[in-house]
């Protein structure tokens, strides 16, 4: 072969390796890109203030009930385009629940996507959709199970509850809150 021949073999192969490299680049972008709904969102326009109230929690044994107040802070951002709730819950003086989330609309998986970290280390990416009767209710899996949390706002009424199921069919409740908007 000639060495012009070789140099032309030689400058097809790194045009090939590069649109390989370009179209794998591509794909991997294009799997983290999501299309958000802002018409969505308007859904949850209701939630965006500050809630105080009270509520109940089982212990990790599920035997005892324990009270707690809880103040939410909802925030939107990005001109509508998302939510920011962080949520404190407080046993008497001693702080028990600390969590931020985010929640969009993505179109492309016609969801509501709901990202939430706890301060004690742990974080989600739930699923988040409105039943037949209006509720939002978001959830995610857990090692032996699922679980899930049901939203109902009315007026100025917030109304939660969470519950845990090991086979999506018999759900067993281990919290509940009801909150006033106070501003």
Do not use: C
């Amino acid at each position: 072969m000639k060495a012009n021949q070789l140099l032309s073999m030689a400058q097809h192969l790194y045009l090939g390796i590069i649109l390989a490299a370009a179209l794998l680049f591509s794909q991997q972008a294009q799997a983290q890109y999501a299309n958000i709904s802002k018409d969505e969102m308007n859904k949850l326009s209701t939630w965006v203030g500050e809630w105080k109230g009270e509520g109940w929690q089982m212990d990790d044994q599920f035997q005892n009930k324990m009270s707690f107040t809880v103040e939410e802070k909802v925030e939107s951002r990005l001109n509508g385009m998302s939510l920011i709730v962080e949520g404190k819950g407080m046993s008497g003086e001693t702080l028990g629940h600390h969590a931020l989330g985010m929640i969009y609309y993505n179109a492309d998986k016609n969801q509501y996507d709901f990202h939430s970290l706890v301060a004690r280390g742990q974080s989600t990416l739930a699923k988040g959709e409105f039943n037949d009767k209006g509720e939002f209710v978001w959830g995610f899996e857990v090692p032996k199970g699922k679980i899930q949390y049901t939203i109902k706002i009315e007026n100025d009424t917030w109304i939660e509850s969470g519950a845990y199921s090991m086979d999506g069919n018999t759900w067993y409740p281990f919290m509940e809150m009801k909150l006033e908007k106070i501003k």
